[in-house]
């Protein structure tokens, strides 16, 4: 299975810009997904296709990357913002997800 | 407004089956893909089973493989997931997703039922 590596914890404050990494054991052209899920609730799709954002999802938020390396940006960062943040490959079979990375803002 | 209504999930004995129910709502059913997946307690993603919009063609991770149907009832706009030969390890919460056919993503998600595999 095509297994997603994500950093587990990040923490930035309000206003700033961060970015959360994935990166895949073997290439997935442009597969890749975001999800956002908060504490209690399902997850959401934030961008998909790499780059593409989902319908009603704030301009902060963008995707890039290709091939194994993906990014998520969130810029400026809001309070409301605190969440897991998982990454999603349907390229390959399996679809796989990578193990989340939690954005704490401090 | 889409929305996805899981229903069926609970504790259940190891070896034993259980049934969940997804109700979609504010799209044309028949037109899409769906899948269930799955999140274990303070553990990640992972994708269970999909089926395509006519039902005629399913799709299943290994684990799951044999244990596990998932069917539709377009008439209904309900999505089903069969378990069978539950397993402990199959606890976690269940979301029921509408799959967009051209990326492979999910695009809307229920609000997950709980499934608890225990003896």
């Known amino acids: 299975d095509t297994v997603l590596t994500q950093s587990p914890a990040l923490a930035v404050s309000p206003g700033e810009r961060v970015s959360i990494s994935c990166r895949a054991s073997?290439?997935?052209?442009?597969?890749m997904h975001w999800y956002q899920q908060k504490p209690g609730q399902q997850p959401k799709l934030l961008i998909y296709?790499?780059?593409n954002l989902a319908s009603g999802v704030p301009a902060r938020f963008s995707g890039s990357g290709s091939g194994t390396d993906f990014t998520l940006t969130i810029d400026p960062v809001e309070a409301d913002d605190t969440a897991t943040y998982f990454c999603?490959?349907?390229?390959?079979?399996?679809?796989?997800f990578g193990a989340g990375t939690k954005l704490e803002l401090k | 407004e889409v929305q996805l209504v899981e229903s069926g999930g609970g504790l259940v004995q190891p070896g034993r089956s259980l049934k969940l129910s997804c109700a979609a709502s504010g799209f044309t059913f028949s037109n899409y893909y769906m899948a269930w997946v799955r999140q274990a307690p303070t553990k990640g993603l992972e994708w269970v089973a999909s089926i395509t919009n006519s039902g005629g063609s399913t799709y299943y991770r290994d684990s799951v493989k044999g244990r596990f149907t998932i069917s539709r009832d377009n008439a209904k706009s309900t999505l089903y997931l069969q378990m069978d030969s539950l397993r402990s390890e199959d606890t976690a919460t269940y979301y029921c997703?509408?799959?967009?056919?051209?990326?492979?993503?999910?695009?809307?998600w229920g609000q997950g039922v709980m499934v608890t595999v225990s003896s």
């Open positions: 997703t509408r799959r967009v056919y051209y990326g492979y993503y999910f695009d809307y």
């Open positions: 999603q490959q349907s390229w390959n079979d399996p679809y796989t």
């Open positions: 296709k790499a780059s």
């Open positions: 073997e290439g997935v052209n442009s597969y």
